[in-house]
């Protein structure tokens, strides 16, 4: 906190650092230091890395630019870069991402303090594993279209929930989540939804994973029946929810371009250091540097990579100032898909007819699988180019037919 507060980039870094080598196991640390992914992926198990994230949590590193009073640095947005290189540099990644990249900056912009000194400490720590509870078997990509409602119980102090949540990733692991729900029918689809803070672990609330073809259940269908939730744990007004969602796609789109609270410049998969070791080593049917083709394609990868990255940086560095999140979100997808099926092919037959024990195979065909969801989570790219157009070029909306009248009145399936 000492270095943070003088605003020296060089001094924050040095400080950083010094935490680093005290406080993360020295094996750890070689391996990430030395690139050794392998050794690192050995001795350090997911379940070691959560045991021990406690005390990057208590730290203030996970949250840089959160005020001290909620467990953070209060750093400028210029600055937290600072921090975000040297954890990516120990390859301290960050846990309990929706809480850290989505609920925590929605939290600081519509919650209270009270609600800022209940949640932020558990998401900084991992004890909170939050979710994001939006889009719905019929609302999808147009998401103000969402039913399920919340209805304020007589007296005011809580609301009753029902209906049904779909895609919410992490909603299995989770002990929150941010809900959006109708509490009002009777006005225009946008005016008429609430956010709350939602605690999935009471009775009333059902979650049913849903494989992906990387064979992975990180998305979620979640059911409410009479589910209860405090007005206490209301985010912003009654009927504000829409603007509050407006924030928190925000900054989902900024996480899954990189330019958020990840500590990566990709969503999932191997990195490009990876395919430039593998198009180098020659162990599969030569050196792929010496195609002039393949060459070319991971030349023209490498670029592309260093601009999605130093566009994020850049993002991130100037926060809310920065390069538009449906742009990044866009970019860093559709290169990632790239990446990923560049790998898969380099690796050839090797990479699909892997041996059982060839885990760095098997690493690299889930992060293909895992990027085919890249540019429909967090918003499709066809939604995010409307965004860009919209917003960042000026150009004219969509047209609406429902835009204007009550929810209530639209006429909705057959």
Known sequence: ??????????????????????????????????????????????????????????????????????????????????????????????????????????????????????????????????????????????????????TRVEGGGHWLVNGQKVWSSFANEARLGILLARTDPAVPKHLGITAFALDLEQPGVTVRPLRKISGDAEFNEVFFDDARVADDARLGEVGAGWRVARTVLAHERAMLSGAGSSLRERTSGSSIDRLVELACRGEVGGRVVDDPVQADLVARLYVENSVVRMANARARALGRDGAAPAMLK????????????????????????????????????????????????????????????????????DPFSDNGIPWQDIRRGR
């Open 1 to 150: 906190m000492a270095a943070a507060a003088t605003g020296d980039g060089a001094t924050l870094r040095a400080a950083v650092r010094s935490w680093v080598e005290s406080h993360v196991p020295a094996d750890w640390l070689a391996a990430a230091l030395g690139g050794d992914l392998a050794r690192l992926h050995a001795i350090r198990s997911p379940q070691q890395y959560r045991d021990w994230y406690p005390v990057l949590g208590a730290s203030g590193l996970v949250g840089p630019t959160w005020p001290v009073e909620y467990g953070g640095l209060g750093l400028p947005a210029a600055l937290a870069g600072v921090v975000t290189g040297e954890l990516r540099r120990a390859r301290l990644t960050a846990l309990n991402i929706v809480g850290v990249a989505l609920a925590a900056p929605t939290l600081l912009d519509w919650g209270s303090p009270e609600q800022c000194r209940r949640y932020l400490p558990g998401i900084a720590d991992n004890s909170e594993i939050w979710c994001q509870l939006f889009s719905e078997p019929g609302a999808g990509s147009d998401l103000a279209g969402l039913s399920t409602r919340a």
């Open 330 to 397: 866009v970019m860093s997808s559709e290169h990632n898909q790239r990446l990923q099926s560049a790998m898969v092919d380099l690796l050839g037959i090797s990479g699909v007819a892997r041996q059982p024990d060839d885990v760095a195979a098997d690493r690299t065909v889930f992060g293909f699988l895992r990027s085919r969801g890249d540019t429909i989570g967090g918003g499709t790219s066809e939604v995010q180019r409307n965004n860009v157009g919209e917003r960042v070029l000026g150009l004219p909306k």
